[in-house]
DNA sequence: GCTTGACCCTGACGCAGCGTCAAGCCTCGA
DNA sequence: TCGAGGCTTGACGCTGCGTCAGGGTCAAGC
């Protein structure tokens, strides 16, 4: 006979693990000999090891305690669904080592592959890295808010980008970010281009230059929410 | 800005996660707006979802506030730990799924695979299905107090059933365990082998055969625990 | 204006599966 | 015979939230 380290032991569990099985009633608990010490047979070292393997398996004790008393069909059926389980739990891990990896390779993993897409491409045209932190968190609120919508607005954002005013507005914004001073000849370009992109589409597409003053009145009241420069708005 | 249950839901994981993040620090708590509500910006779903990917790959919530004010090299040092615990995790899922399948193949694991075979040769020579759980009760008790032991005794164990006169024995024995009377004359024939295997090893192998009555007693105090047959003893 | 349902808030307890003391008795090898 | 190590019960601790209680808030429809 054994006694409960020596079953432990040879189960491969610790000697605590064994008296929580018997505290749940998951293992009988044994004949104690003269001194009170519990007693452990062939029997018991079987059930351990079952137990031991289903729950290094991840099945809850509850569980494994159903399975025990249960008839050889629904046994096996219950291994299926263990083994299903294994399955995927070992897919979840590999997603896992992918996600972690892409972690350290400093990408976020945070939008959507379309919109990282679309970022990079403003990123080739010039834009610089602080205009595309705001870019970036402008889209993850938008995403966030309404995550399908994000995907149909994507390949509006890229057709915008064909009009080479788009481009120059981005590259001259950029350049504003980058510099400290405001009344640098570019915010009088970044002014002309919003005003004449903006009066592009009050009037539906066909309106050309108009003159400078009469559309800074008008423009000034679009300036706080320029929805042609994407969803951060200037990101200032 | 987002409420709780917008940033949760973009960062794929519950509201309660969130603020159980910030009880314990790891998201700091962001501005609260007029009514109380938490109200967050992109940052938050940015450090939001590192650690949801973190935590999904298993690392402590404790480990990942560490990682979150490391610099980049302790960082990286830590992604590859995590990674090659996950490796270590998938591998350890992979052997729990072949020990699963053995569980319901019937198979116990719990014996080391020289018992395994020596009980199937006790099988092949016809010893029945109740002295072989008799059998693998006894090498379980065994393996579990001298498990190094056991494989050097094994060898052993084949060698004795080179005799005849021992795998007779077996045969013997297992019949009886069968057969519910007792003074069937397989019992006599049993006590002869008992006595003439027990005398050889007591008398360093080389004494013919003895008398019945002069050995009989001799035999009797050897009986309860007769080495020969195997740990579990006569397995009655 | 009022209701209704979906959110949000704090605070607290509960859960699995043991680890880890504490404080005392038992056993076994030297 | 003695000291180290093993056994006993009992109890609290830990992680990572789930879940309930008992409220306030917001947006929409009637």
Same mark, same amino acid.
């Given at each position: 006979?054994?006694?409960?380290?020596? *079953?432990? /032991?040879?189960?491969?569990? =610790?000697?605590?693990? @064994?008296?929580?099985?018997?505290?749940?009633? *998951?293992?009988?608990?044994?004949?104690? $000999? /003269?001194?009170?010490?519990?007693?452990?047979?062939?029997?018991?070292?079987?059930? *351990?090891?079952?137990?031991?393997?289903?729950?290094?398996?991840?099945?809850?004790?509850?569980?494994?305690?159903?399975?025990?008393?249960?008839?050889?069909?629904?046994?096996?059926?219950?291994?299926?669904? &263990?083994?299903?389980?294994?399955?995927?739990?070992? $897919? +979840?891990?590999?997603?896992?080592?992918?996600?972690?990896?892409?972690?350290?390779? %400093?990408?976020? *993993?945070?939008?959507?592959?379309?919109?990282?897409?679309?970022?990079?491409?403003?990123?080739?045209? %010039?834009?610089?890295?602080?205009?595309?932190?705001?870019?970036?968190?402008?889209?993850?609120?938008?995403?966030?808010?309404?995550?399908?919508?994000?995907?149909?607005? &994507?390949?509006?954002?890229?057709?915008?980008?064909?009009?080479?005013?788009?481009?120059? #507005?981005?590259?001259? #914004?950029?350049?504003? =970010?980058?510099?400290?001073?405001?009344?640098?000849? #570019?915010?009088?370009? /970044? @002014? $002309?281009?919003?005003?004449?992109?903006?009066?592009?589409?009050?009037?539906?597409?066909? =309106?050309?230059?108009?003159?400078?003053?009469?559309? +800074?009145? +008008?423009?000034?009241?679009?300036?706080?929410?320029?929805?042609?420069?994407?969803?951060?708005?200037?990101?200032?």
């Amino acid at each position: 006979m054994l006694t409960i380290g020596q *079953l432990a /032991a040879y189960a491969g569990v =610790t000697v605590r693990a @064994v008296r929580h099985y018997h505290q749940i009633g *998951l293992l009988p608990e044994p004949e104690r $000999d /003269a001194s009170g010490y519990r007693s452990y047979g062939a029997q018991a070292a079987v059930l *351990l090891i079952k137990i031991r393997t289903l729950a290094e398996a991840g099945v809850p004790l509850g569980r494994i305690a159903w399975m025990l008393d249960a008839d050889e069909p629904a046994f096996a059926e219950a291994i299926e669904g &263990i083994d299903a389980h294994l399955r995927a739990e070992i $897919d +979840r891990l590999e997603g896992s080592r992918k996600q972690v990896a892409q972690l350290s390779a %400093g990408n976020s *993993l945070v939008l959507p592959p379309q919109v990282v897409a679309y970022i990079d491409r403003l990123r080739e045209i %010039g834009v610089s890295e602080r205009m595309l932190a705001g870019e970036r968190d402008g889209w993850i609120l938008v995403s966030a808010r309404w995550p399908d919508k994000v995907v149909e607005w &994507i390949p509006d954002k890229f057709a915008q980008l064909e009009d080479p005013r788009v481009v120059r #507005l981005y590259q001259v #914004l950029s350049a504003l =970010t980058e510099t400290e001073g405001t009344d640098d000849p #570019l915010v009088m370009e /970044a @002014v $002309d281009l919003l005003v004449e992109l903006a009066c592009i589409r009050d009037r539906s597409s066909t =309106t050309p230059r108009t003159s400078r003053t009469r559309c +800074r009145t +008008r423009c000034s009241t679009i300036l706080p929410t320029p929805s042609t420069t994407g969803p951060s708005g200037c990101a200032t």
